[in-house]
């Protein structure tokens, strides 16, 4: 197919050095709208492909925290291509809340010529169609302490004020070894580069198992942002950075704590019932050509064991605090079936 078809993958992926992207947009949603988008329901449409580790933090968040009446969502083709993330999944291929084909053009209804890259998760201004902002940062944290008077009857804390130290200390020590690493590791351009991020990744994973292996969840008795941020990539570990980022020392599934952590996170109301591993796979192995030339998408591994047993509740705990578990998948998000274990 042509590169207009948005079927060759992307061009630059696995072709030079990575470094990440502060978010060029950094505008917040605010309770007080003090940067001039105040906390609305039904005012934002939140941009995400569920491929992407950045943006299903999102997906979590939003879930939790019982916010799908009041910001709605949008999904993007997974694969993605030197244009933008587009809207195929979409009847006539465009978004049917913005009216556009690509995520792009909300980009540039909020700044022409921007020459940053086009990123996921993204919330943009449904009214005038213009992008909000791309810090993938800071939007989870102000969905569970801006959007507070939207959130459902019985949401989780996310992120409590007493513990906020410890959960942004984990965070960077996660972010920097773990959900970097992997990237840092997979677009290596030289050997040295590539074994410095690669041994970095599984030093970090070393030390959280160490740290999990006494408690439930990595800070306090309670789900946290700093568990929401590590499942992301402990999720699409064995099936995308074990292989095709080379991240290969040990796979999770032979990680004993880590394997029976991320399996308890998956099974929880809000985590798992986001995840589509169909997604993830075309993502990586088809979008990323410079790792990847031949497209090819591997059939394994094995997703049965993700529903067996765990046993993480011996170590106390509880998942939502005071609160409760989300309710049900809205029907036109579920996952459909074939994209599960």
Same mark, same amino acid.
């Given at each position: 197919?042509?590169?207009?078809?948005?079927?060759?993958?992307? #061009?630059?992926?696995? &072709?030079?050095?990575?470094?990440?992207?502060?978010?060029?947009?950094?505008?917040?949603?605010?309770?007080?709208?003090?940067?001039?988008? @105040?906390?609305?329901?039904?005012?934002?449409?939140?941009?995400?492909?569920?491929?992407? @580790?950045?943006?299903?933090?999102?997906?979590?968040?939003?879930?939790?925290?019982?916010?799908?009446?009041?910001?709605?969502?949008?999904?993007?083709?997974?694969?993605?291509?030197?244009?933008?993330? &587009?809207?195929?999944?979409?009847?006539?291929?465009?978004?049917?809340?913005?009216?556009?084909?690509?995520?792009?053009?909300?980009?540039?209804?909020?700044?022409?010529?921007?020459?940053?890259?086009?990123?996921?998760?993204?919330?943009?201004?449904?009214?005038?169609?213009?992008?909000?902002?791309?810090?993938?940062?800071?939007?989870?944290?102000?969905?569970?302490?801006?959007?507070?008077?939207?959130?459902?009857?019985?949401? @989780?804390?996310?992120?409590?004020?007493?513990?906020?130290?410890?959960?942004?200390?984990?965070?960077?020590?996660?972010?920097?070894?773990?959900?970097?690493?992997?990237? &840092?590791?997979?677009?290596?351009?030289?050997?040295?580069?590539?074994?410095?991020?690669?041994?970095?990744?599984?030093?970090?994973?070393?030390?959280?198992?160490?740290?999990?292996?006494?408690?439930?969840?990595?800070?306090?008795?309670?789900?946290?942002?700093?568990?929401?941020?590590?499942?992301?990539?402990?999720?699409?570990?064995?099936?995308?950075?074990?292989?095709?980022?080379?991240?290969? &020392?040990?796979?999770?599934?032979?990680?004993?704590?880590?394997?029976?952590?991320?399996?308890?996170?998956?099974?929880?109301?809000?985590?798992?019932?986001?995840?589509?591993?169909?997604?993830?796979?075309?993502?990586?192995?088809?979008?990323?050509?410079?790792?990847?030339? #031949?497209?090819?998408?591997?059939?394994?591994?094995?997703?049965?064991?993700?529903?067996?047993?765990?046993?993480?509740?011996?170590?106390?705990?509880?998942?939502?605090?005071?609160?409760? @578990?989300?309710?049900?998948?809205?029907?036109?998000?579920?996952?459909?079936?074939?994209?599960?274990?």
């Amino acid at each position: 197919m042509s590169r207009d078809d948005g079927d060759d993958g992307n #061009t630059d992926y696995g &072709r030079r050095a990575f470094k990440r992207s502060k978010a060029h947009f950094a505008d917040r949603i605010t309770a007080d709208g003090r940067d001039g988008w @105040p906390v609305e329901a039904d005012r934002y449409r939140l941009v995400v492909s569920r491929a992407c @580790p950045w943006a299903s933090r999102s997906l979590v968040s939003r879930r939790l925290l019982g916010l799908e009446d009041a910001l709605s969502l949008a999904v993007a083709d997974p694969i993605q291509d030197d244009r933008s993330w &587009r809207f195929t999944l979409d009847e006539d291929g465009r978004d049917p809340v913005l009216g556009i084909r690509l995520l792009s053009e909300a980009y540039d209804r909020r700044e022409s010529d921007y020459p940053g890259g086009v990123s996921v998760p993204a919330m943009v201004d449904v009214p005038s169609g213009q992008l909000v902002t791309n810090d993938y940062q800071q939007l989870t944290l102000d969905l569970a302490t801006e959007w507070t008077a939207l959130h459902r009857d019985g949401a @989780p804390d996310l992120y409590p004020d007493a513990l906020r130290d410890e959960i942004d200390e984990v965070m960077t020590d996660v972010y920097e070894d773990v959900n970097n690493g992997v990237y &840092r590791a997979g677009f290596a351009t030289g050997q040295e580069e590539y074994e410095a991020a690669c041994s970095g990744v599984f030093r970090r994973l070393e030390l959280l198992a160490g740290r999990l292996e006494r408690q439930r969840y990595l800070v306090g008795d309670t789900i946290t942002e700093a568990d929401i941020r590590l499942f992301t990539t402990l999720v699409r570990f064995d099936a995308v950075y074990h292989g095709h980022f080379k991240c290969n &020392r040990w796979k999770l599934t032979e990680n004993q704590v880590l394997w029976a952590y991320v399996r308890d996170l998956y099974q929880t109301p809000g985590f798992g019932d986001t995840v589509d591993f169909d997604h993830i796979k075309r993502h990586y192995y088809q979008v990323h050509t410079g790792i990847n030339p #031949t497209r090819v998408v591997p059939l394994g591994p094995d997703p049965s064991g993700w529903q067996a047993p765990h046993h993480r509740e011996e170590l106390g705990g509880r998942p939502f605090g005071d609160g409760t @578990p989300p309710g049900p998948v809205r029907a036109e998000e579920r996952i459909p079936t074939a994209h599960t274990p």
